[in-house]
């Protein structure tokens, strides 16, 4: 059964404090590894596919790797405007998705 | 370009009812998928289609039923409303498998 892992649950940083956030998964037949931001009351928007074990993706703030066991979501120098859930999710030979639960970031000024 | 369109945004539902939620893409996706999201928790997968007139099971799918009979829409149909439905759901359709998906703007489900 597939499997994805995320911490921490939540996380608080100040304005201009980095960190990671960690996704660990479990599948069978990998066909590529997403990142998501949701914002309160709406729908998930993709941020970065990551396909193979040494990629990396970056997009302002934020950059995304993989290895065969997991990802890391970096975010360096948040601002408060970077406060959402982030997801990440699987997606397999079958041809659908599994997420994990989801990582809250909450940035202060 | 409208994406994926799901109706209604809000509704309420008597313990026992039936209703359609609808979901409509305009991008010609291959892949359509219906999630539901409880607090604190990610999105489960409740039915997927990889393809007009095919549909699979997802991780939930107890109490829904689903069809694809264009690939523009993937209604998901609740037989017999249940409390335990309650939730927010989310349709998304990918263009093949291994892309990204593009979600609906959700829709708030209270069954009483």
């Known amino acids: 059964e597939d499997q994805v892992t995320q911490s921490p649950e939540a996380l608080r940083l100040q304005e201009g404090e980095s960190s990671s956030l960690n996704c660990s998964y479990t599948?069978?037949?990998?066909?590529?590894l997403f990142w998501y931001r949701q914002d309160p009351g709406k729908g998930p928007e993709f941020l970065f596919t990551l396909y193979s074990a040494g990629e990396e993706k970056e997009k302002e703030r934020l950059k995304a790797t993989l290895t065969k066991k997991e990802s890391f979501l970096h975010i360096t120098a948040p601002k408060p405007e970077d406060s959402a859930t982030y997801l990440c999710?699987?997606?397999?030979?079958?041809?659908?998705?599994?997420f994990g639960d989801g990582t809250t970031l909450t940035v202060k000024p | 370009n409208a994406g994926v369109t799901q109706t209604p945004k809000f509704q309420v539902l008597k313990t026992g009812q039936s209703m359609t939620l609808q979901c409509a893409q305009d991008m010609n996706h291959e892949y359509m998928s219906w999630y539901r999201q409880d607090p604190g928790m990610g999105l489960r997968l409740i039915h997927y289609?990889?393809?007009?007139?095919?549909?699979d099971q997802g991780e939930v799918p107890n109490g829904y039923n689903v069809s694809r009979s264009t690939t523009e829409d993937f209604p998901l149909r609740l037989l017999s409303a249940a409390p335990s439905q309650t939730s927010v759901y989310f349709c998304?359709?990918?263009?093949?498998?291994?892309?990204?998906?593009?979600f609906g703007q959700g829709t708030r489900l209270t069954v009483v």
């Open positions: 998304a359709s990918t263009l093949t498998r291994g892309t990204e998906a593009f």
């Open positions: 599948v069978s037949g990998l066909r590529g």
């Open positions: 999710a699987v997606n397999t030979n079958a041809g659908k998705s599994t």
């Open positions: 289609s990889v393809g007009a007139g095919i549909t």
